[in-house]
């Protein structure tokens, strides 16, 4: 099931590229729709990073998986027009509910670029992407990446995080690649409770939800492999990233589509846990320093200056959009809270020192990074993905490539927390260090 040089993959001639013509391999309704193009990427600026650095001389080819999603998107735009001349970018994914062809359809014409469907849970798949386009570097971070539908559909969660980068992880030996760089994320080292030190990369895992459960167990694969095969991996842990291009699941891009509809927010529980979060240029700057600068071998944290509660984001959002919120009335109109997840962790805390002694740095305030963002949606988050109404409530489900709207009940008051702020997360320990 491939797609190259930024096409679907024609089955009669056409050239496949103004979208659904053509289209191979049981094509339904929905996965056809992905590759309808009514030219809305055309009008959106082409957002990348910043950094640039001498080419690596044996990194030649490499292959970004869950590139149609919101965070290897912009990685897969800053390499492919950072390094024109020196890297080819096979941007390689299966094009689930929250991916878009629209975040990379602005590369098609570039040499340089190639887009690849395939699942990471399919063997030949990935090693038919990885064997054709002579792949020396895998970026990898396809997953299941919302915390709320982890609840409720682990078992996706689990196939696609720790099955699939088992796969990945297989088919890299079988072809001798060069680098493999894995996404994790800050959730699996657990809550950090309000007056506990940052934490360093040595730390504990102890996620508490599934999803960061799953992200975890992946890191103990890509450790063994390491260990097991001298695989030459590197793991990335990081904060929170937002930015345009992130499908509105998550809560930024989620309550920017609905106070642009003229419709409240509806906050988790009370609304006090809080998240470091990071402008997705700088997110895109910190992996294109760990390819050229990290060592094999070794775990980065990303980390954000920018904590901020989830009820005082809400603040910020209204300021953007210039709607009143200076009194309790006009919060209350806009500001709703429903039941809290199963779990809810009371915040992060990465120590991102690591990295920036690599010579990266967060460059994007949250105030100019949130301008951005909400200037972006308000253009084109009608249309990027299609219609988003359903995925706006509360707590949607997902159901293959379908997603529906709860029905949870909504109300004016904060809701109580599932539990109170968690025991201490243990911090001294070294396990599951990449070594
Ligand atoms: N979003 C964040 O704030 C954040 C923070 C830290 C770490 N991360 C990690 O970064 C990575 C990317 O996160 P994101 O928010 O950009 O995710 P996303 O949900 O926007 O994108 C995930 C992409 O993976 C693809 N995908 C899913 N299953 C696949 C499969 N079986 N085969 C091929 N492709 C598949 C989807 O189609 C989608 O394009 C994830 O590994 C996530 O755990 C995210």
Redesign the pocket.
């Known amino acids: 099931m491939t797609t190259s040089n930024g096409h679907p993959r024609p089955t009669n001639g056409s050239n496949g590229s103004n979208g659904a013509n053509g289209y191979t391999n049981g094509a339904n309704d929905r996965r056809r729709s992905f590759f309808e193009d009514f030219g809305v990427w055309k009008e959106a600026p082409v957002l990348t990073g910043t950094t640039k650095f001498e080419p690596l001389p044996d990194v030649k080819n490499i292959m970004i998986?869950?590139?149609?999603?919101?965070?290897?998107?912009w990685l897969v735009r800053h390499l492919t027009l950072t390094y024109p001349h020196a890297y080819n970018i096979v941007s390689?994914?299966?094009?689930?509910?929250?991916?878009?062809l629209n975040?990379t359809r602005m590369l098609n014409d570039k040499r340089n670029f190639t887009f690849y469907q395939?699942?990471?849970?399919?063997p030949d798949?990935v090693v038919g992407c990885l064997e054709r386009h002579n792949i020396d570097t895998i970026f990898?971070?396809?997953?299941?990446?919302?915390v709320d539908l982890s609840f409720g559909n682990s078992y996706g969660f689990t196939?696609?995080?720790v099955y699939?980068t088992h796969v990945l992880l297989e088919s890299a030996k079988k072809v001798g690649i060069k680098r493999f760089i894995h996404?994790?994320?800050?959730?699996v080292y657990g809550e950090v409770k309000d007056d506990d030190d940052d934490l360093l990369e040595s730390s504990i895992l102890a996620p508490t939800n599934p999803?960061a459960a799953s992200?975890a167990a992946a890191e103990m694969l890509v450790h063994s492999y390491q260990k097991s095969f001298k695989l030459p991996v590197i793991i990335?842990?990081?904060?929170?990233?937002?930015g345009p291009?992130?499908?509105p699941?998550?809560i930024i891009p989620k309550f920017s589509c609905l106070l642009n509809r003229g419709q409240p927010v509806v906050l988790h529980g009370d609304g006090s846990p809080t998240r470091r979060?990071?402008f997705a240029g700088d997110?895109a700057d910190a992996f294109d320093t760990i390819l050229h600068k990290g060592q094999l071998g070794q775990v980065y944290n990303?980390g954000s200056y920018d904590e901020i509660s989830n009820l005082s984001l809400c603040s910020k959002l209204l300021a953007e959009m210039g709607i009143p919120h200076s009194t309790a009335e006009e919060i209350q109109k806009w500001v709703k809270y429903t039941h809290d997840r199963p779990f809810n962790d009371h915040r992060y805390a990465v120590d991102g020192t690591k990295l920036r002694q690599l010579g990266w740095d967060q460059k994007t305030t949250f105030a100019e990074g949130l301008r951005i963002t909400v200037e972006w949606y308000r253009r084109f988050g009608e249309q990027w993905w299609g219609d988003i109404s359903k995925v706006l409530s509360p707590f949607p489900v997902v159901s293959g490539t379908d997603v529906i709207s709860d029905k949870e009940p909504v109300t004016d008051m904060p809701q109580p927390k599932k539990r109170k702020v968690s025991e201490a997360n243990g911090t001294n320990g070294a396990a599951f260090q990449v070594s």
Do not use: M, P, W
């Not at 390689?92 to 878009?100: G, N, Q």
């Not at 990898?140 to 919302?146: I, N």
């Not at 996404?183 to 959730?187: G, K, P």
């Open positions: 998986t869950g590139g149609a999603g919101f965070i290897a998107c390689f994914d299966k094009l689930d509910y929250c991916s878009s975040n395939g699942d990471i849970t399919n798949e990898h971070f396809a997953a299941q990446s919302h196939h696609t995080n699939g996404i994790s994320t800050d959730e999803y992200k990335v842990r990081s904060n929170n990233v937002y291009h992130q499908y699941e998550k979060y990071l997110a990303v």
